[in-house]
C-alpha cells in the first residue's frame, strides 16, 4: 500500500479533531461521549495512518524512485544503507520562496545568491518512525484515560479540543523536513502546552507562592520563550551560513564545511544556540524551573505533554541535527554536562516533594537531563531509545498518580497517601513496575535505555567518567525518590481524611486498561534495544535492533577522530560513531551492569528503610535534617534566585519604561493632539457666517498675492 | 479716436475697486451682486484692452482677449441667474434681502 506520500495528512486528523470538537463544543452542538468519541478517533487515525506509513517505509522506499525522478520538487528520495539513512519527503507546498536572496558567507569577501527555499516539507526516516509511532501511540492511549479522568469536567469539549491540537502540532514537529516546519510545531505544542497548563485558570495551583494555573501557564510560555530566540537564532545562523533549512541539505552542507577555519566554532555557536531552545522546551538547567509548575495541567496532559512526548521535543531535535552536533564538539560538550548537572540537580530536588506530581515532574527532568547527556556523548541512539521508554513508564506513573488523585479527593500531597494498594491493586501494580523500570530494575525498559547512555558516557570518546559518575549519583536518587513515592502512596497506614477513606475505590476500566497497557511496554520495550554490552553478558550477539534501525540516521559522518580505532564498536573506514574511547571489557561490563542493579538496590534500599515501616524512620530523621529538608523542598531557592535576579531587575526595566511610555511616548502625541485643537479652537472663530467677512479675506488675499507677484 | 491702453487698464482698476467696495461695504444683496456684476466688467475691459496691445499671432490673431471677455459675459449671465434666485430665497426666507441675516453656516 502506498501511504508515504500521504505522510501530511498524519497532523491533519488531529488538526480536524480540533477544529471540529472546538467549534461544535463551543457553540453546544457536540456533547457528551461525541466529544471523546471524535477526538480519540482523530487521534487513532493519525496512529493508524502512522503505523501504515512506518510499515510502508520499512518495506523499502526504493519503490518511490520513479515517483520521485516524475515530481522531483514535491517528492525526495533518499535510499539509505548502512551508513546513509533512507528517508521520504514531500513537499506540500512552497512557503518561502526567498529565491535570489543576497547572503553573505562567514569566509571574508564571499557574497553568494541564495537559492532560500523552504517549503511545507514532510518528511519519513527511521527517527520520524520512532517519534511517530510513540507520540500517536501514547497520545491515543491518553486521550482514552482522559475520557476517565476528565469525565464531568466542565471543561470536556476544551480539553479534548486542545489535546488534538497538541497532537496535530508535535507530528507537525516530528514530521517536518526542516527547521522551519519543525519551528511551527515547536511553537505549537508550546502554545498548547501553556492552554492546558492553565485549563483550570481560575484555580490557586500553589498556596505556597499564591500562584494560579494561570499563572503557571504564563510562567511555562515565557521560560520557554527564552529558549525559543536561542532557537530562532540558531536556525537564523544556520540560513546565514548555509542558506537553506532543510535536514538532508543541511547535513550535506555541514559535512562539506566542517573543513573550512570557521566551521568549528561557528558550528559550536549554533549548536549551543539550538541547544538552548531544547533547555527550554525540554527543561534542563537553567530554563527548567516551568516544569515542575506545569504540574498545575490536569494529570493526562502531565503524561502527555510533560513527560511523554513535547518536553522530549529538545532530544529530538538535537538527534535531528546530529550531523550538526558531531561537528561541534564544543556544543556536545556543553550538552552533555548540562545534561548530566540537570539529571543531579533535578533528582535531589525530586527527594523532597511532598507533591506526587511534582516528583514525577523533577523526575522528568532529571530523566530528560539524562538523554541530553546521552546525546552529548554521542549517544544518539541510546537518548532516542531512553525518550521511548521514557515516554512508557512516566506516561504510566502520571497515569498511575492521576487515577490515584481522582480517587483521593484531588489531593496531590502524599502525606495524604498510604496504604492504596488495598483499595487499587491495578494502578499499584503498574504503578510499582513502571517504578522498577525507572529505577533501572535490569530486564526492564529503564535499565536498558539509561544504563545504555551512563556507560557511553564513561565510554564514548567524547565522554569523561565525572559525567558518568554526576548520572549515577542521580540513578541513586531516582531509585531512592521513586520508591519513596511508592511507599508514600501505597504502603503502610491510610493518612486519608475519613470521607476520603470511604469512598476509596480502583479507577475505571477505561483508566486501569490505559495503565496495564502502558506498563507492559514499560516492562517489555527495553527489549527492542538491548545494549551491547548487556546482550554480550548473556551470550547473545548483536541483538540491538533498535540501533540498527535509527543508528544510520544519527551516525557521525566525516568525522574522523584521532581515538579512532579499529576496534571501535561499529567504526568503519574514517567514519567515526558512538565511538568507544576505551573499548570495555568483558569484566568491566559485568563490573558496570553489577553497578547498576547496586545503584538500583541502594536507591530502593535507602527508601525502604526510611519510609518502609509507614514511614517511621523519615518522621524519626526528620528534625535532624531539617534544613537540608527544606533546602530541597523549596528547590534549591532556585525561582527565589531567579526572582532577584532576573524578575526584579526585569520589572524595575518595565517600570522604567512604563514611566517613559506615560510622560514622553504618549506626552509628544497628547502634545500634537492639544496643539491641533487650539489651533482649530482659533481658526474656526474666522468662519462667522458673514459673507462680507470672507469676500474682505478673499480680497486680503488677492492682494497679498499680488504684492508678491510684484515685489 | 485712438484710446491709450494704459487709461482703458487703469479705468478698469477703478471699475473693480468700485466694485470691491460695493460687495464689502453693502448689506443689501441686489448691491451686492450688482458689485460682483462690476468687477466681472471691469475684468472684461482689462482683457480687451490688453488684447489689443498683444502682437498678433496664432489663427486668431490677438482675438484672445474678445474672445475670452466673451466667455466672461456668458459666465457672468449664469451667475446673475443664481444669485438672484439666492436672492430671492433669502428673501422668501428671512423676509429681507440683507445678507448679513444669512449666518447660520458658521462655528
Known amino acids: ?711 | 479716436m485712438q484710446v491709450d491702453p494704459g487709461s482703458v487698464l487703469v479705468l478698469s482698476a477703478i471699475l473693480f475697486a468700485i466694485g470691491v467696495f460695493g460687495v464689502i461695504s453693502r448689506r443689501g444683496a441686489v448691491v451686492l451682486l450688482m458689485g460682483v456684476e462690476l468687477m466681472l466688467n471691469a475684468g472684461n475691459l482689462a482683457l480687451v484692452a490688453a488684447a489689443r496691445v498683444t502682437p498678433a499671432g496664432g489663427e486668431l490673431g490677438a482675438m484672445d482677449g474678445q474672445v475670452l471677455a466673451f466667455l466672461v459675459l456668458a459666465i457672468a449671465a449664469a451667475e446673475a441667474a443664481v444669485g438672484l434666485a439666492l436672492v430671492i430665497a433669502l428673501f422668501r426666507h428671512k423676509g429681507s434681502v440683507d445678507v448679513d441675516l444669512a449666518r447660520m453656516l458658521r462655528w
Open chain 1, 1 to 711: 500500500m502506498n501511504v508515504l506520500p500521504y505522510i501530511w495528512l498524519i497532523p491533519l486528523f488531529p488538526l480536524a479533531g480540533f477544529l471540529v470538537v472546538g467549534t461544535l463544543w463551543t457553540m453546544g452542538v457536540l456533547r457528551g461521549a461525541w466529544v471523546h468519541r471524535v477526538a480519540v478517533t482523530a487521534s487513532a487515525l493519525a496512529f493508524v495512518v502512522s503505523a501504515l506509513a512506518v510499515w510502508d517505509f520499512s518495506g523499502g522506499v526504493e519503490r518511490y524512485e520513479s515517483l520521485a525522478s516524475s515530481a522531483p520538487g514535491r517528492y525526495a528520495v533518499t535510499v539509505g544503507g548502512e551508513e546513509e539513512a533512507s528517508r521520504f519527503s514531500v513537499t506540500v507546498a512552497e512557503w518561502v520562496p526567498a529565491g535570489g536572496t543576497v547572503l553573505r558567507g562567514w569566509d571574508p569577501g564571499h557574497r553568494r545568491w541564495s537559492d532560500l527555499r523552504v517549503g511545507w516539507k514532510f518528511s519519513l526516516d527511521a527517527l520520524t518512525a520512532v517519534m511517530l509511532l510513540v507520540v500517536t501511540f501514547v497520545g491515543t492511549l491518553i486521550h482514552v484515560y482522559s475520557i476517565g479522568y476528565m469525565a464531568g469536567d466542565p471543561g470536556y469539549g476544551r480539553f479534548f479540543a486542545y489535546l488534538n491540537l497538541f497532537m496535530a502540532m508535535m507530528l507537525t514537529l516530528v514530521l517536518g523536513g526542516n527547521l522551519l516546519v519543525m519551528f511551527v510545531g515547536w511553537e505549537g505544542v508550546g502554545l498548547c502546552s501553556y492552554l492546558l497548563i492553565g485549563f483550570f485558570y481560575d484555580q490557586p495551583f500553589d498556596r505556597e507562592s499564591g500562584l494560579t494555573c494561570a499563572d503557571a501557564g504564563r510562567k511555562a510560555f515565557i521560560t520557554n520563550r527564552v529558549g525559543d530566540f536561542g532557537f530562532l537564532l540558531g536556525a537564523l545562523l544556520l540560513v546565514v551560513t548555509f542558506g537553506t533549512l532543510d535536514f538532508d541539505a543541511l547535513s550535506a552542507a555541514i559535512n562539506g564545511a566542517s573543513g573550512y577555519w570557521y566551521a568549528a566554532p561557528l558550528l559550536t555557536g549554533i549548536g549551543v544556540l539550538l541547544f538552548v531552545g531544547a533547555t527550554g522546551k525540554s527543561a534542563q538547567v537553567p530554563l527548567y524551573v516551568w516544569l515542575p509548575d506545569a504540574m498545575a495541567g490536569p494529570t493526562p496532559v502531565s503524561a502527555l505533554i510533560h513527560a511523554a512526548t513535547m518536553v522530549t521535543a529538545g532530544v529530538y531535535m538535537l538527534s535531528r541535527m546530529s550531523a550538526l552536533y558531531w561537528h561541534a564538539p564544543g556544543a556536545m560538550f556543553v550538552v552533555a554536562v548540562v545534561g548530566a548537572l540537570t539529571a543531579l540537580f533535578a533528582a535531589t530536588m525530586g527527594v523532597a516533594q511532598y507533591d506526587i506530581k511534582k516528583v514525577l515532574a523533577y523526575s522528568t527532568v532529571s530523566q530528560l537531563g539524562y538523554m541530553f547527556l546521552g546525546a552529548g556523548v554521542g549517544a544518539f541512539v541510546a537518548a532516542v531509545f531512553h525518550l521511548v521508554t521514557h515516554a512508557f513508564f512516566k506516561a504510566c506513573l502520571f497515569l498511575g498518580s492521576g487515577s490515584v488523585i481522582a480517587r483521593c479527593g484531588h489531593t496531590n500531597d502524599m502525606r495524604l497517601y498510604g496504604g492504596l494498594k488495598k483499595w487499587m491493586p491495578v494502578t499499584y501494580w503498574t504503578f510499582l513496575v513502571s517504578t522498577l523500570a525507572i529505577a533501572g530494575l535490569a530486564p526492564l525498559s529503564g535499565f536498558m535505555s539509561k544504563d545504555e547512555i551512563l556507560a557511553q558516557s564513561l565510554f564514548s570518546t567524547r565522554g569523561h567518567w565525572l559525567l558518568w559518575l554526576v548520572g549515577t549519583l542521580g540513578a541513586v536518587l531516582t531509585s531512592f525518590y521513586m520508591f519513596r513515592a511508592v511507599w508514600m502512596t501505597f504502603h503502610g497506614r491510610n493518612r486519608s481524611p475519613e470521607w476520603v477513606r470511604e469512598q476509596l475505590r480502583e479507577s475505571p476500566r477505561v483508566m486501569t486498561g490505559v495503565l496495564v497497557v502502558l506498563a507492559l511496554g514499560a516492562a517489555t520495550l527495553g527489549l527492542i534495544g538491548v545494549p551491547h554490552g548487556v546482550s554480550r553478558l548473556v551470550g547473545l550477539g548483536d541483538v540491538n535492533w533498535f540501533a540498527h534501525v535509527l543508528h544510520p540516521v544519527v551516525a557521525a559522518r566525516g568525522v574522523v577522530s584521532a581515538a579512532h580505532g579499529g576496534h571501535g564498536h561499529g567504526a568503519g573506514e574514517g567514519v567515526l560513531r558512538e565511538g568507544f574511547r576505551v573499548h570495555p571489557t568483558y569484566g568491566q561490563e559485568w563490573g558496570l551492569f553489577l553497578l547498576a542493579l547496586g545503584v538500583f538496590a541502594t536507591g530502593l534500599g535507602l527508601a525502604w528503610w526510611a519510609y518502609g515501616n509507614d514511614m517511621a524512620r523519615a518522621r524519626a530523621l526528620a528534625p535532624r535534617f531539617a534544613y537540608v529538608r527544606r533546602l530541597l523542598h523549596r528547590k534549591w531557592f532556585v525561582d527565589e534566585l531567579y526572582g532577584k535576579l532576573v524578575l526584579k531587575p526585569f520589572y524595575a526595566i518595565a517600570r522604567g519604561m512604563d514611566v517613559f511610555d506615560r510622560w514622553v511616548v504618549d506626552g509628544a502625541v497628547n502634545f500634537a493632539a492639544a496643539a491641533s485643537e487650539l489651533t482649530g479652537q482659533v481658526v474656526k472663530l474666522f468662519q462667522d457666517g458673514i459673507v462680507r467677512h470672507y469676500a474682505l479675506w478673499l480680497l486680503g488675499g488677492a492682494v497679498a498675492v499680488l504684492w508678491m507677484m510684484m515685489r
